[in-house]
């Protein structure tokens, strides 16, 4: 026991924590950016799955990894603009639109990476390994333990997800179009009556969705992986749904939920190492992930509960009269 | 609009008619073909996807291999990842009528297999990396290849036991740990690491060896984070056994300066080539050359492989190590221990414990031999 509280009171350990954590935090984003517009994209899985495998293409087609990010952003973009285009115009269920999408992204990827590489198994073989540039930052770096952990040959993608954070931040509560999203989200019916564009808001939600996404799948591929392979993405557009709603659509929140993620993951990857039943330690990352869909149920019950009680309110109120 | 809409229909509708049509001619063609050529017409069912560089791609060669020498007749058919589905695709195939031999394989088949084999009890069916047992006892049309996994484990855990103690190889570090990614905790797996384990100590008994689960095939992130917990830990060659994602580990390797083997195929063919550079060998499973030995038995008259479960070796060339690259720039007392290690097994003076002997408590070695306790 004294081994493992040695081993994950170490920078390394928080490395790793950070590693495993921000392609969560951006699909996690992502999927709030679209909640609080009152669109429920579980689409993630297979977005960031397609977002993964272009990147890898884009940068081995043009020979940078700025183009391979650029691509994949724009293919999020345009895969959540597709669940949208079916959703909203063609009135198909929202949800089955995901499925779609996971199921494209499982199977497309497969094909396309067949008809790119002749391979179905990873890009490796034919593009090489792709990685995206790791900065350290000049002065935050010399802090010590915090500068070491955050500020140290990290992915640029990393950076940009933190600020990401902040950014979404801003854009939900400071921006006018920040409070549209929400007044969506919120009721849709009574945006629409003061002359909110819905369907326009709801596809502003579903770009920024993309490109968060994009820049997901790009980090699987070319910072935490230099390569794509059939299945990296490994349920973590799930994980980023549960994230989303344990940190309530709340970008810290957010955050926060995705941290637990990290450490619960690569705490099991440690304690692999020990003679603790390898199933029972295997399935540390999924309890958390049950007890996150857990509390979203219950916030969500509370929730539905209490517009239904506002509703009847208002009927008897209606009654009444 | 709605007249449009109906002709729309109208016209799919046809479309679909004159399409199944077609299929239909399509699939009775082969069979017509069959009675003219008369040569074994074989179907090599893939529970997955061709592309994993390892026992599909493998067996996929092997057949290509029996094509072109003239051999048989075959076709792949992929059955992707959707496990509900396979025992269809085996039912199918099976009442087609249209295939000698089909031929599938992993541990995940035997329950999608045996349903169809005891309904269709002319067909041959050949099921390799796993057996097929009804109440312990083998289904007589049913040829079980299990591969001795262990024994090329034996060799690899030497190998790495002598470049972990007698090479020059830079950036090793003070403690003797071996490092050891796997897909799954099941049998076939546990196999390869007991024969690690044992080839390991056999060259230095403190040798320790940290293994751990990645816990699927495919998640090679998470396959390179476990390996870069087990460098933590202190080990620096690393054994990936898990596809993909044991794969993964050698990304791991090459961020920390440590050294990686393949499995399956030899994975300095097709790795980048600056993780090639720190693959030090691969431990080959040759799907492939063991089915074409089969098959080829099988046409030569010999049928003693069905109804039992046979274990492919280093004499079959069943398993064995990659020595092309990396290994032959080792120094020659390395590579000659190594040989003579192999030898030793081939004449039946080293004995390697298998997982799948039943009185042999592998997780018992297992435990005792992790180095984080």
Redesign the interface.
């Known amino acids: 026991m004294s081994?493992i509280l040695s081993?994950i009171l170490?920078t390394?350990?928080a490395a790793?924590i950070i590693?495993?954590m921000v392609p969560i935090l951006f699909a996690a984003l992502a999927a709030s950016v679209t909640e609080k517009a009152g669109v429920v994209n579980i689409g993630l899985e297979g977005t960031m799955s397609l977002c993964a495998l272009i990147a890898v293409t884009c940068a081995w087609k043009s020979g940078s990894t700025l183009v391979g990010v650029l691509g994949a952003m724009a293919l999020g973009v345009l895969l959540s603009l597709m669940i949208g285009f079916f959703a909203f115009k063609f009135k198909t269920d929202i949800i089955l639109c995901g499925i779609a999408v996971n199921t494209l992204g499982?199977?497309g990827a497969?094909l396309l990476?067949?008809l790119l590489t002749g391979?179905?198994?990873?890009t490796?073989?034919v593009m090489?390994?792709w990685n995206l540039p790791r900065v350290t930052v000049p002065l935050l770096s010399k802090i010590p333990v915090i500068g070491e952990i955050f500020f140290t040959n990290q992915s640029i993608l990393t950076y940009v997800a933190f600020i990401c954070v902040l950014l979404v931040w801003i854009l939900l509560y400071k921006t006018p179009l920040g409070i549209r999203i929400r007044a969506v989200g919120e009721n849709d019916h009574a945006a629409d009556s003061v002359g909110v564009g819905v369907y326009k808001i709801k596809y502003i939600s579903l770009v920024i969705c993309g490109l968060l996404c994009g820049m997901a799948g790009a980090y699987?591929s070319m910072s935490?992986?230099?390569?794509f392979?059939?299945?990296?993405i490994?349920g973590r557009g799930f994980i980023a749904l549960a994230a989303q709603a344990m940190g309530r659509g709340e970008p810290v929140g957010v955050m926060l939920s995705s941290l637990l993620f990290g450490f619960a993951?690569?705490l099991a990857?440690?304690v692999?190492?020990?003679?603790l039943p390898?199933?029972l330690v295997?399935a540390l990352p999924y309890v958390v992930t049950i007890l996150g869909i857990t509390i979203y149920a219950i916030s969500t019950f509370n929730k539905t509960r209490k517009i239904r009680a506002r509703q009847e309110k208002k009927e008897q109120k209606k009654a009444a009269a | 609009m709605k007249k449009f809409v109906a002709i729309l229909l109208c016209l799919v509708m046809v479309l679909a008619i004159v399409a199944c049509k077609k299929t239909e001619t399509a699939t009775t063609e082969p069979k017509t073909e069959t009675t003219e050529a008369k040569k074994l017409q074989v179907v090599n069912l893939v529970n997955g996807n061709l592309g994993d560089k390892s026992f599909f791609d493998s067996a996929e060669s092997g057949m290509k291999a029996l094509q072109d020498a003239g051999l048989v007749e075959y076709k792949t058919i992929e059955m992707g990842t959707d496990e509900s589905t396979w025992q269809n695709y085996v039912e199918e195939v099976a009442s087609s009528k249209q295939y000698d031999i089909i031929v599938c394989g992993t541990w995940q088949m035997p329950d999608n297999l045996i349903p169809v084999a005891q309904k269709y009890t002319d067909q041959l069916f050949i099921i390799y990396d796993t057996e097929v047992k009804v109440d312990d006892k083998y289904l007589p049309n049913v040829a079980s290849i299990q591969y001795n996994q262990n024994d090329m484990g034996y060799l690899v855990g030497v190998y790495a036991a002598l470049l972990e103690t007698k090479s020059d190889l830079t950036g090793l570090n003070e403690q003797k740990i071996l490092g050891f990614v796997g897909g799954e905790d099941s049998p076939v797996i546990c196999d390869f690491l007991v024969g690690y384990i044992e080839g390991a100590q056999s060259i230095d008994p403190d040798i320790k060896v940290d293994w751990r689960w990645i816990g699927n095939y495919t998640d090679s992130a998470l396959g390179k984070e476990i390996g870069a917990a087990e460098i933590e830990a202190g080990a620096d060659i690393i054994w990936g056994v898990g596809g993909n994602a044991g794969t993964g580990a050698v990304e791991a390797c090459y961020e920390k300066g440590m050294y990686f083997i393949g499995v399956d195929s030899d994975q300095e063919q097709t790795l980048d080539p600056k993780y090639a550079a720190i693959t030090m060998t691969s431990g080959l499973k040759n799907v492939g050359t063991s089915l074409e030995y089969v098959i080829k038995k099988y046409l030569e008259g010999d049928k003693s492989f069905w109804g039992t479960c046979s274990y492919l070796g280093l004499a079959e060339d069943g398993v064995g190590i990659a020595t092309a690259g990396n290994f032959a720039k080792q120094s020659k007392d390395i590579q000659d221990a190594v040989n003579a290690v192999k030898d030793k097994i081939l004449a039946g003076e080293v004995k390697v414990d298998t997982a799948f002997d039943a009185n042999f408590d592998y997780y018992g070695l297992m435990n005792q031999v992790k180095s984080g306790n």
């Open positions: 081994n081993s170490t390394s350990f790793s590693r495993i499982e199977g497969v990476l067949y391979s179905k198994g990873d490796q073989t090489g390994a699987m935490y992986m230099t390569m392979s059939k299945g990296m490994a993951q690569a990857n440690y692999k190492g020990t003679n390898a199933r295997e």
